[in-house]
């Protein structure tokens, strides 16, 4: 049973950085392309980003794009998000998870992914 660990999160200051890891176990990663998602308080969880299995394909939600950059490295069973110019209306808890095949229709469907991790506190705060 693939187990979904995310770690990283924290409070930083607006314009500032965090990189996020969701770190896998009881499972290779390499067989499941990931998402990452946000919840803020009172507000529904949406997709921020997804990469491909291979980290051929990755997609952005446009409040984040150019901004977040996603990646994976299957060698350590570990995804990543790299989080920079942050600002107060990023803070959420902030999840990963998995789903055996990405599609464009499926990156940012919260709906589509059967594995979670248990989320992560990301606070931009001055």
């Known amino acids: 049973q693939l187990q979904l660990v995310e770690s990283g999160g924290g409070l930083v200051q607006p314009g500032g950085s965090l990189r996020l890891s969701c770190a896998a176990s009881?499972?290779?990663?390499?067989?499941?392309?990931i998402g990452w998602f946000r919840q803020a308080p009172g507000k529904e969880r949406e997709g921020v980003s997804c990469?491909?299995?291979?980290?051929?394909?990755?997609n952005y939600a446009d409040s984040v794009k150019g901004r977040f950059t996603i990646s994976r490295d299957n060698a350590k069973n570990t995804v990543y998000l790299q989080m920079n110019s942050l600002n107060p209306e990023d803070t959420a808890v902030y999840y990963c998870?998995?789903?055996?095949?990405?599609?464009?229709?499926?990156?940012?469907?919260?709906?589509?992914?059967?594995?979670w991790g248990q989320g992560t506190q990301v606070t931009v705060s001055s």
């Open positions: 998870a998995a789903v055996p095949f990405i599609s464009i229709s499926t990156c940012q469907d919260r709906h589509a992914y059967p594995y």
């Open positions: 009881g499972s290779t990663l390499d067989y499941y392309g």
């Open positions: 990469i491909s299995r291979s980290g051929g394909y990755t």
